[in-house]
């Protein structure tokens, strides 16, 4: 195939002092991880993967150095990003408490509440949360989960659908209603659940790769303590956009992953020896790295907004890169089982097979196609509803 210039992804690795001092515990680290672990990635592999990490302070490298990370700006991240699908580096296990819950809690949190993070960091606590439900899924607002105060405790009842990492999180970020008066928006709180309390029931949904990544949730009569609360009672509406926001934002880093990933796979088709591309197959696979780049540039610059502009409320980029990932992502892998040939069809866990079937979540993980095209609809083209 034509020669395609990658220098790009070196060079942005190379001019970020913090991805190059990344580079040397990752060559240090990874080798004994492959050694014990090989391809496995497990929950248990990419725990230890996490501890690894955790142990020379590299698990949130964007987190202010101040509660366990080192305060890198936008640049840095997205270097670092790249660095780690550069390298094939697992995902850490704890990612949605990383990602998502442990900034939540080091804006909204009580002193209490904070010391969770350090324990999410080494990944001793396993943050999920409890959003969606069967009749509320992308229209969170509709939530029917009750929490009912009885004294120092919230009585709450109701289950939790799809809920990521359910079956091996240690803890809940749980929103719930507290006011059924209340218009949809106003009457919900959050609630930081330990998963060990009485009353709490989880069921395994089985997926097309045969693993059990969610959870289905079942609240019957929890008394969980009023300490839990997140934020004001009644509010939880604003803390549930804090998480989203840094949802989005996680969908934003994890697209210089697919830039990486295309760009390995024009590298092993560039290689001597391996097995001619045909000229539909090579123009696909460019396609493919020209729309990783197009995303990646285009987060880097969301993410440098949001930096500038902490306060201001979630614009509709975040949406519009979330869309554009989910559908990249089921793109890419769709094009890898193509050009893998009979190997690509194998289901066996992590390979080329099983991540085409992984990647068919992506499109309705973390908010569907369909709602972010109406958000973006809306929001963006300003199209009436």
Known sequence: MTAVDLTPIERRVAASAPALELARVVDDALPAFLGQWGSDRSFAARLDWQRRLAAVGWVAPGWPADIGGRGLGVADRVACDLLLGDRKAPTIAGILGVNNVGPTL????TDEQKQSLPRILDGSEIWCQGFSEPDAGSD???????????????VVNGEKLWTSQGM???????LVRTDPQAPKHKGISALAVPLDLPGIERRPLRQLTGESEFAQLYFRDVRVPVSCLLGPENAGWGVTMTTLAHERSGVIAVSAVLEAEAAALIRAHQADGDAPLSAVQADELVQRFIESRVLATMGEDLLAEADADSAAAPGPGPSLIKLAWSQLSQSLS?????ISGADGLSPQPYTTGWFYLNARASTIAGGTTEVMKNILAERFLGLPR
């Open 334 to 338: 769709t094009t890898r089982v193509a």
């Open 106 to 109: 080091a804006a909204w949190g």
């Open 168 to 174: 091996e999180a240690t803890h809940c970020q749980l």
């Open 140 to 154: 969170l607002a509709s939530l029917r989960t009750t929490a009912v105060r009885d004294g120092d405790h919230y």
